[in-house]
């Protein structure tokens, strides 16, 4: 069974930083794309980053482009969302996901992370 535990959130400051992990389990880490995603209440979710493991690609979409950088750390099954910059509107519970398909397929994501909580003052 694929396990996805989210760390590393909190209450920052407009124009801090934080820096997210999440921690794989139950599969092999190299055969995965891990994405990040965001929602915030009342909102949909939406697509942040995401990393194929096999070959080190990264895709970032355009809410936090220039803004975060996505890394792994495969040795350790985790991977990495450093967030730059923070402004009020990216609170959001971030979580993450997995999948062996397209990583554009938000249908292909089958394993979640319970998500953690990001919340920046203003």
């Known amino acids: 069974e694929v396990q996805l535990v989210e760390s590393g959130g909190g209450l920052v400051q407009a124009g801090g930083s934080l820096r997210l992990s999440c921690t794989a389990s139950?599969?092999?880490?190299?055969?995965?794309?891990i994405a990040w995603f965001r929602q915030a209440p009342g909102k949909e979710r939406e697509g942040v980053a995401c990393?194929?493991?096999?070959?080190?690609?990264?895709y970032y979409a355009d809410s936090m482009k220039g803004r975060c950088t996505i890394s792994s750390d495969n040795a350790k099954n985790t991977v990495f969302l450093q967030m730059d910059s923070l402004k009020p509107e990216d609170t959001a519970v971030y979580l993450c996901?997995?999948?062996?398909?397209?990583?554009?397929?938000?249908?292909?994501?089958?394993?979640w992370g319970q998500g953690t909580q990001v919340t920046v003052s203003s």
């Open positions: 996901a997995a999948t062996t398909g397209l990583f554009s397929d938000y249908l292909s994501y089958n394993s």
């Open positions: 139950g599969l092999t880490f190299e055969d995965y794309t």
């Open positions: 990393i194929v493991n096999r070959n080190g690609t990264t």
